[in-house]
């Protein structure tokens, strides 16, 4: 069994929408500043935050999250995280931007390569992955909202010791 699991819509959407609004408010004082036109300054604002606001979402949305007997296997930008099962050491509720609330899977240990979403190795993988502990966590929450509920949940029942707590 294979499931492969994408950021879900919402969170991509709040990813780059927080952006998005910032960019055109900069550009629009900019805009105002330099005097320019009011309805070029408004279009223009609206088209580049629009622009911005559909990078950031497809840049998000190329992430995954690959579910499998063994454990799961993140595929964030410029890294990969695989763990197992086994390893689980439990689940604590996280907020990212300080507003939106993930469950985040904590494991003893994980694999980490430095290799992006296309498949390409990197040199390294950014130190800032170990420090942070995300070369042993996996945001869950990110990719499904009910997934203690779903083959993840089940698996983490059936797979560690912890299981009983999660579900």
Known sequence: MQIIYRPRWSLAFFSGGVGAIVLAVVYWALAIALGLPANLTAGVALSVSVLYLLFIVMKVRRRSLTVTEEGMI???????????????????SERIGGLYSVDVMTFSVGAVEPVDV?????????????????????????????WHTGPIGELVARHSSQGEAVG
């Open 74 to 92: 993140s595929q964030r930008d410029t890294f990969r995280v695989a763990v197992n099962w086994a390893d689980f050491v439990g689940v604590q």
């Open 118 to 146: 296309k498949g390409r190795r990197r040199k390294a993988v950014p130190p800032k992955v170990h420090t942070i502990g995300a070369d042993r966590r996996i945001q869950v929450g990110v990719y499904a909202s009910d």
